[in-house]
């Protein structure tokens, strides 16, 4: 499917996921900054390889909890609404 593999590699890229997310230009840090995987990164990252406390984590670990709250009810509002759509129109059996 090629709209995910741009979707992934376009989410690679602003995360931060091959180079810093500091070196991107302000837009598109913006971008990053509402990626979940931009702040997992910095988690894993500031955990493992710098040795720092759970206490020094918060940001990061605060910012993954509401985007949960905000990306998850909406991922799962958008599925329903694509199953309802694909009900009727009768193309649901195709999947």
């Given at each position: 499917?090629?709209?995910?593999l741009v979707v992934a590699a376009?989410?690679t890229l602003l995360a931060g996921?091959?180079?810093?997310?500091?070196?991107?230009?302000?837009?598109?840090?913006?971008?990053?900054?509402?990626?979940?995987?931009?702040?997992?990164?910095?988690?894993?990252?500031?955990?493992?390889?710098?040795?720092?406390?759970?206490?020094?984590?918060?940001?990061p670990l605060a910012s993954l909890?509401?985007?949960?709250?905000?990306?998850?009810?909406?991922?799962?509002?958008?599925?329903?609404?694509?199953?309802?759509?694909?009900?009727?129109?009768?193309?649901?059996?195709?999947?």
């Amino acid at each position: 499917n090629p709209v995910t593999l741009v979707v992934a590699a376009a989410s690679t890229l602003l995360a931060g996921v091959l180079y810093p997310v500091s070196v991107l230009p302000d837009a598109l840090r913006a971008v990053g900054a509402l990626l979940p995987l931009t702040h997992a990164l910095e988690l894993i990252r500031r955990a493992t390889l710098a040795g720092e406390a759970v206490d020094t984590l918060v940001v990061p670990l605060a910012s993954l909890v509401v985007l949960t709250a905000v990306l998850l009810p909406l991922g799962a509002w958008i599925v329903q609404r694509a199953v309802r759509l694909a009900m009727t129109d009768g193309s649901l059996s195709q999947y």
